[in-house]
């Protein structure tokens, strides 16, 4: 008779796993970003994302799990920084940068961006950033993601009108 893999669902086996693999984890995304407080933030976010995903993931691929999904939560906040960087810079008026109430418009902003960014639901965000921040093509995008290049092209297309809509009025086209 074959022996059954634990469930992560259970509690028990749950609390292990976190007990066990935490530490290591959160020092790999420390290694990688040199923030304990961000790194412990995504290490958290990640068990939090296991915990809700339990019954999808393998109790033997659990550690390999933890790492990958901890690693792509590093390089998306990476990706969605460089985003924001990026157009603030594309925003920044060097004569009035000096200005306190400009400085807020700015800081307010960059939130309101920030945020539209993180309401793209998951795939089309993953679109947007690989377009525009890392400067892939779409066929590169889809060689990335395992799918065609038109079905990139229709997150792009609905990754954009998104943040028209949120941002629409922030924006000058």
Request: glycine fraction near 2%.
């Amino acid at each position: 008779m074959l022996e059954q893999e634990p469930s992560i669902c259970e509690q028990k086996v749950y609390n292990e796993i976190f007990r066990s693999h935490y530490e290591p984890v959160t020092r790999y995304v420390y290694y990688k970003c040199g923030d304990l407080q961000q790194a412990e933030d995504i290490v958290q976010n990640v068990f939090v994302k296991l915990w809700k995903l339990c019954s999808t993931v393998s109790f033997a691929k659990v550690k390999a799990y933890l790492y990958r999904a901890a690693n792509n939560a590093f390089i998306n906040e990476k990706e969605h920084e460089k985003v924001v960087l990026k157009h603030l810079k594309s925003t920044f008026n060097p004569i009035d940068n000096e200005n306190p109430e400009y400085l807020m418009e700015v800081d307010e902003f960059h939130q309101k961006l920030k945020n539209a960014i993180e309401a793209l639901p998951p795939k089309e965000r993953e679109v947007y950033l690989l377009s525009r921040v890392e400067k892939k093509t779409y066929a590169e995008i889809a060689e990335i993601s395992g799918i065609g290049v038109k079905a990139i092209e229709r997150r792009m297309s609905k990754a954009l009108l998104t943040l028209r809509d949120i941002l629409g009025k922030e924006l000058k086209f």
